[in-house]
């Protein structure tokens, strides 16, 4: 357990509207992930941090942005929710060679 | 495209009998990970693997890498209610990890 909380732990949410899940931690942890999970598709990576201010593209990054002002939080942001983008969302951080996630957060987008 | 294929993706067994769940792909990896996933909950991480060829034991639990790093197996000897869970496998090409699709399994009692 890496002290990761996210919020909020559900979401229900309209198309076209902004969306931002929170990821926090307490481990002071350098690297930072948002991952989605789906049916079929397992866990896929959409953004990572590896410092404040330094974010890059994952896999699945289209339709997301990220924002780290400072160590212990990790922003993602849908700038315009789509059906699509409907899933559970999982944070997590890197330490000593290990990773942790956070509780997820569900998110619908109707 | 998925870079790591695992299989079988469902699995259900009685509890004492063995299984093995498998994570291939045509990539190498530096390293592969293994999870366990419990409904409602984030993945957590039982195993990594770092050496082709190496076999890691955790209890009932028997996980190998691949000699050439592009595969991996988990092998679980007198399975157990417990066991019951989502189980992925992860590889890192070096700069990201990239997860498999999952194998859930239920062990009934």
């Known amino acids: 357990d890496a002290g990761i909380t996210q919020s909020p732990r559900h979401k229900v949410t309209e198309t076209g509207t902004p969306v931002t899940l929170r990821c926090h931690q307490t481990?002071?942890?350098?690297?930072m992930y948002w991952y989605r999970q789906d049916p079929g598709h397992g866990l896929r990576l959409i953004h990572y941090?590896?410092?404040?201010?330094?974010?890059d593209k994952g896999e699945v990054s289209d339709g997301y942005s990220v924002s780290r002002s400072k160590t212990e939080d990790f922003l993602l942001t849908l700038e315009s929710a789509t059906s699509s983008q409907t899933s559970v969302y999982f944070c997590?951080?890197?330490?000593?060679?290990?990773?942790?996630f956070g509780p997820g957060t569900r998110l619908l987008v109707l | 495209t998925q870079l790591l294929e695992q299989s079988p993706q469902f699995l259900s067994i009685q509890e004492g009998e063995n299984l093995t769940v498998y994570c291939n792909s045509s990539?190498?990896?530096?390293?592969l990970q293994w999870y366990r996933q419990e409904p409602g909950e984030g993945p957590v991480l039982l195993v990594t693997v770092v050496t082709g060829g190496e076999v890691k034991k955790l209890k009932r639990l028997t996980f190998q890498f691949g000699d050439a790093r592009k595969d991996s197996s988990l092998h679980i000897t007198a399975a157990q209610p417990g066991d019951t869970g989502l189980y992925l496998c992860a590889g890192d090409p070096g700069n990201q990890f990239y997860f498999g699709t999952g194998t859930s399994l239920t062990v009934i009692p």
């Open positions: 990539s190498v990896f530096s390293s």
């Open positions: 481990e002071n942890h350098r690297y």
């Open positions: 941090s590896y410092g404040v201010k330094d974010t």
């Open positions: 997590a951080t890197i330490g000593s060679g290990t990773q942790y």
